[in-house]
């Protein structure tokens, strides 16, 4: 394996690093000498399925062989150009997003590049409020949406805002990031496995059929005012928050953007490129954004690449004027050659549909696991992104109370879905997620029907030992 001195790298990575997820006290170094399709290879050879796709990322797997060569060939072309300039691979990444993927549909106008979901979503918080000129805007509950200061402010869930989390918090400095200076309101999040306004699915819609959290939302916005509201941002599928919407939500929030006159921002960071066994996600639903936020997918990750796409209206308004906003990194022909690479490697090898395919093959597992494990209260999802949600018992009471509401103050070594990925990697492999009660399970798109019977098996191990030796010591 590797010739790195593995002793030597652990102790630069403990002594120089600054942490995020630990405390130095608790920080354990996981090294990782290279990666390969779904797996991550340790310096010893040991070699773990990641079904976490690392941040559910890496759509055509580790090192793609295309990606990787496009990549090498642009390197030999070019150091760096910043924004101002053309190159033939920032034309044709727009083209292939624009023409080739959205171009059966009649609302895709332009496409800025960035250099993160961040980025994106800061981008296209921006652009709404220019477009609108208006300051306000929606989110919901357990939304992520990314770290910097925009998106983080639109960011709802409390363990991941961007702030330090601590038992005392007035021993903190004031002002942490996460303010949002009333320019953000907050709607419910659609979790009919537990809605926060207490309402049970099958029996929240009124006489029109509207779901109960979409006609708060409605009420919401006219009670601000909606001439006020620039847009509402949502993720279609909710990523680190795991919340899986109802068949009809997105539709009629889509409608009520419509009725209410201000601009819907689907956030496709994570659900982009293929993952859900669509192109994007909203396409399950029938519907057309304003602006579309993306990142992770679009270069699977191989260099850091994000994008907003604008609807024809918005993209005529913003021709008119001179938009001052520079990113270094935007456009960068390196990373450009990579989206072009990524997306052609999709379309050629069909990975969309393959991606489709494999998720009715996912579904069939975990249905099959839900009806031998009591503790499985929910399977949602599509494509290779699916949830999983723990529940204590028929009641679908939440194993951690505090749910989707949980700082870093709870231990979380008493989370069920981390008890749950310490057990299957015995069985070398990564399986877990960021809700207390929630697995989120991802996989590239062409992923093998090994792998996934890998992945379930491991799961069933887990969950066997977590029933029965964890609910019933308790």
């Known amino acids: 394996m590797s010739q790195a001195d593995w002793k030597k790298v652990e102790e630069w990575d403990k002594k120089y690093i600054l942490r ?5 006290e608790e920080y354990q170094p996981i090294p990782i000498e290279s990666t390969e399709g779904d797996y991550l290879i340790m310096p010893d050879g040991t070699r773990l399925l990641d079904c976490f796709n690392q941040l559910y990322c890496v759509n055509v797997g580790q090192k793609n062989e295309k990606v990787n060569q496009a990549i090498k060939e642009a390197l030999d072309r070019y150091g760096f150009l910043q924004d101002a300039y053309t190159t033939d691979y920032k034309a044709k990444a727009a083209k292939l997003i624009i023409e080739d993927i959205l171009g059966n549909e009649d609302w895709a106008g332009k496409v800025r590049f960035v250099s993160t979901g961040s980025e994106a979503v800061e981008t296209a918080l921006m652009i709404a409020r220019l477009y609108k000129n208006r300051q306000l805007v929606v989110t919901r509950e357990y939304a992520y949406h990314g770290f910097t200061k925009g998106s983080t402010s639109v960011t709802r869930l409390k363990g991941s805002r961007s702030g330090i989390t601590e038992t005392n918090p007035s021993s903190l400095p004031q002002g942490v990031p996460g303010q949002d200076n009333g320019l953000v309101a907050v709607a419910p999040s659609p979790n009919c496995i537990r809605c926060s306004l207490g309402h049970q699915y099958g029996s929240c819609h009124d006489e029109n059929g509207e779901l109960a959290c979409v006609k708060y939302t409605r009420r919401m916005i ?9 847009a509402i941002i949502t993720e279609v599928t909710q990523g680190a928050g795991s919340v899986q919407p109802p068949d009809e939500y997105i539709p009629q929030i889509r409608q009520m953007t419509k009725e209410l006159d201000i601009l819907w921002i689907a956030d496709e960071v994570l659900t982009g490129f293929g993952r859900t066994g669509e192109w994007f996600a909203y396409q399950h639903y029938g519907v057309q954004p304003d602006i579309v936020s993306m990142a992770k997918g679009i270069s699977s990750s191989a260099i850091p690449a994000g994008a907003v796409v604008v609807n024809k209206e918005i993209a005529e308004f913003m021709d008119q004027y001179r938009w001052e ?11 450009m050659a990579a989206v072009c690479a990524n997306i052609e490697h999709i379309m050629e090898e069909n990975l969309v ?3 489709r395919k494999a998720g009715h093959y996912i579904q069939q597992k975990l249905i099959e696991l839900k009806s ?12 290779v ?7 204590k018992d028929d009641k679908m009471r939440p194993l951690v109370e505090i749910d989707r509401n949980f700082t870093h103050e709870v231990d979380p070594s008493t989370f069920p879905t981390n008890i749950i990925r310490e057990k299957a990697i015995e069985k070398g492999v990564l399986i877990g997620g960021v809700m207390p009660n929630t697995l989120r399970i991802g996989l590239s798109l062409n992923v093998s029907k ?3 019977d890998k ?18 010591a308790n």
Do not use: C
Not at 222 to 230: D, I, K
Not at 325 to 335: D, E, F, L, R
Not at 372 to 383: E, P, T, W
């Open 455 to 472: 992945a379930m098996d491991a799961l069933d191990f887990a969950l066997t030992h977590f029933e029965s030796k964890v609910l019933q």
């Open 353 to 355: 549909d393959k991606s």
């Open 372 to 383: 031998k494990h009591f503790s499985i209260g929910q399977v949602a999802g599509y494509g």
């Open 325 to 335: 906003t520079v990113s270094t990194y935007s456009g960068h022909p390196i990373a």
């Open 20 to 24: 995020t997820f630990s405390t130095q």
């Open 385 to 391: 992104l699916w949830i999983v949600e723990l529940v």
């Open 222 to 230: 006219e009670n601000q005012g909606r001439e006020q509201v620039a």
């Open 450 to 452: 090994e792998d996934i």
